[in-house]
């Protein structure tokens, strides 16, 4: 089951939710009763609430601007979880390389904060690269939804956007090489009711188009996480708590080569096979 948050171009600013009726319509599930995403996660009979919904206006997806599928939910994120992360994170920085190499092997995963949700970039809106960064790139990661009991119970796509030079200076500038504005994109598409073995079935690639041509492309199996969604979730609600759930990014298996960096202009185009495309254009802030 696909959702979503979107606004009707001829409505304004009115934010509604909707359901992937097919591969060019929209069925408006606000019309239906249903006024938020939050609602759907913290009910556990939510795919068939919405199944049993009947007569739902639909509308043609060329008709809506979609938004981020993040109300209140704080987002975090999951690092050096697949090996190809790894080892993109050792050669960043010689000074750093032991400590990605010691924590891809620990039980305890790497966790850190992303994005409050009001900062979050919506679908076809511009992330951003550091105007004091020379070394940026995308990430491209699986995000799993959360609910206020620390469930997983949806997924969607994100892009975790990275200043690798700074980062790669020193492992105590991550929050920096990770968090500043439009530094996180999430959308356009929540799936609710997939299992984690279809989940884990799925291609997760990105491209980057720059003048109209493809300048770096790349995929890999979602099935090379290397540790389990109970897993990361467990360990983020580990004395926390989400009142609204949570967002949480799992790790990036797709890294462009050391010499490539994103510029203003480009568009970066992420696909996950079970989801859909998540497609933003680059800005410098």
């Known amino acids: 089951m696909k959702l979503c948050r979107f606004q009707k171009d001829a409505d304004g600013d009115a934010i509604r939710i909707g359901l992937a009726v097919d591969e060019m319509t929209l069925a408006?599930?606000?019309?239906?009763?249903?006024?938020?995403?939050?609602?759907?996660?913290?009910?556990?009979?939510?795919?068939?609430r919405v199944e049993a919904l009947t007569d739902l206006p639909t509308l043609p997806?060329?008709?809506v601007t979609f938004l981020a599928p993040v109300e209140r939910q704080e987002v975090w994120a999951a690092g050096v979880t697949y090996l190809r992360s790894k080892t993109a994170r050792m050669e960043e920085s010689d000074?750093?390389?032991?400590a990605y190499d010691l924590v891809y092997?620990?039980?305890?995963?790497?966790?850190?904060?992303?994005?409050?949700?009001?900062?979050?970039?919506?679908?076809?809106?511009?992330?951003?690269i550091r105007a004091d960064a020379k070394w940026s790139v995308p990430e491209p990661e699986l995000a799993l939804v959360l609910n206020s009991r620390g469930q997983v119970v949806g997924c969607t796509i994100g892009n975790d956007m990275s200043s690798r030079d700074i980062e790669g200076e020193n492992l105590l500038y991550l929050p920096q090489?990770?968090?500043y504005d439009r530094s996180?994109?999430?959308?356009?598409?929540l799936i609710l009711g997939a299992s984690e073995e279809a989940i884990r079935e799925w291609i997760i690639g990105v491209k980057i188009i720059r003048a109209n041509e493809t300048v770096f492309a790349g995929e890999t199996s979602l099935s090379n996480l290397k540790r389990s969604f109970d897993e990361l979730a467990g360990?983020?609600?580990?004395?926390?708590t989400f009142a609204h759930g949570a967002i949480l990014l799992t790790g990036t298996g797709v890294v462009p080569p050391d010499d490539f960096?994103?510029?203003?202009?480009?568009?970066?185009?992420?696909?996950?096979?079970g989801i859909g495309t998540l497609e933003n254009p680059v800005l410098v802030v």
């Open 105 to 128: 092997q620990a039980d305890r995963p790497e966790i850190f904060f992303k994005s409050l949700p009001e900062k979050v970039v919506a679908p076809n809106e511009s992330v951003g």
């Open 95 to 98: 000074f750093s390389a032991s």
């Open 261 to 273: 960096t994103l510029a203003a202009g480009d568009l970066i185009r992420i696909d996950i096979s």
């Open 28 to 48: 408006d599930l606000t019309a239906g009763g249903i006024e938020s995403i939050t609602e759907l996660l913290e009910d556990d009979n939510a795919v068939a």
């Open 235 to 240: 360990y983020l609600c580990r004395s926390q």
């Open 61 to 63: 997806l060329a008709e």
């Open 184 to 189: 996180c994109a999430i959308g356009p598409w």
């Open 177 to 179: 090489a990770k968090v």
